[in-house]
């Protein structure tokens, strides 16, 4: 039962346009999601995160839309840089559920020079 | 970065013999998580703990156990590993509602 999940294993972007990752989940009680980004040999690392009253969060390059009724959320990073380069998780969790946090199965991306 | 440790961070065990990993954090987070991650799998959850001795059933728990007796630890026992249970293993802390986790290092898994 795959609550979270990301349809593209893997995804490659030209240095300084935009990169698309999307999220889809199917358990309406989430009302909260991350993205994570994660280097080979390392733990996964806290990028971007919205709650369930937002449609969109923006940090610097970083932006995560949320679209409830579609049960949906794509993280847009403009200009993509070669640092990028990571797989990146999305995650959701729901206050109800003891805060359980659940993750997809990850997106390679690869920005080429 | 949060003050989480995983020991240990590599391990080759045989088939049939039980394995304890640990995970130990310093900044007094209520939640903790164990997750492996697999090719194509992605991270998977396998226990989660809500406070301390209160523990729950993740997205994978078959053949493995936790407990958690302190806030600062939670461990994770895989009872009689198998080849199956080859992974890397990840532990991650929460410190409460609409926050980001915390993951450790992680602790690589080998059975034979």
């Known amino acids: 039962d795959q609550q979270v999940k990301q349809n593209s294993p893997s995804l490659s972007v030209q240095e300084g346009r935009i990169s698309i990752l999307n999220c889809d989940y199917t358990?309406?009680?989430?009302?909260?999601f991350l993205w994570y980004k994660k280097y080979p040999a390392e733990g996964p690392t806290f990028l971007i995160s919205?709650?369930?009253?937002?449609d969109k969060n923006e940090d610097g390059r970083f932006t995560v839309f949320l679209n409830k009724s579609a049960k949906h959320l794509s993280l847009h990073i403009v200009p993509s840089q070669p640092g990028d380069s990571a797989v990146y998780f999305c995650?959701?969790?729901?206050?109800?559920?003891?805060?359980?946090?659940?993750f997809g199965q990850g997106t390679r991306l690869t920005i080429n020079p | 970065d949060a003050g989480i440790t995983q020991s240990p961070r590599h391990k080759v065990t045989e088939t049939g013999t039980p394995v304890t990993l640990r995970c130990h954090q310093t900044e007094n987070h209520r939640y903790m998580y164990w997750y492996r991650q697999d090719p194509g799998h992605g991270l998977r959850l396998i226990h989660y703990s809500y406070g301390v001795k209160d523990t729950d059933k993740g997205e994978v728990s078959d053949g493995y156990s936790v407990s958690r007796s302190k806030t600062e630890d939670f461990l994770l026992t895989l009872e009689s590993a198998t080849s199956s249970q080859t992974s890397v293993y990840f532990c991650?802390?929460?410190?409460?509602?609409?926050?980001?986790?915390?993951f450790g290092q992680g602790t690589r898994l080998t059975v034979v």
């Open positions: 995650a959701a969790s729901a206050i109800q559920g003891a805060q359980k946090l659940v």
């Open positions: 991650a802390t929460l410190d409460g509602m609409n926050t980001e986790a915390f």
């Open positions: 358990n309406s009680m989430f009302d909260y």
């Open positions: 919205i709650s369930s009253i937002k």
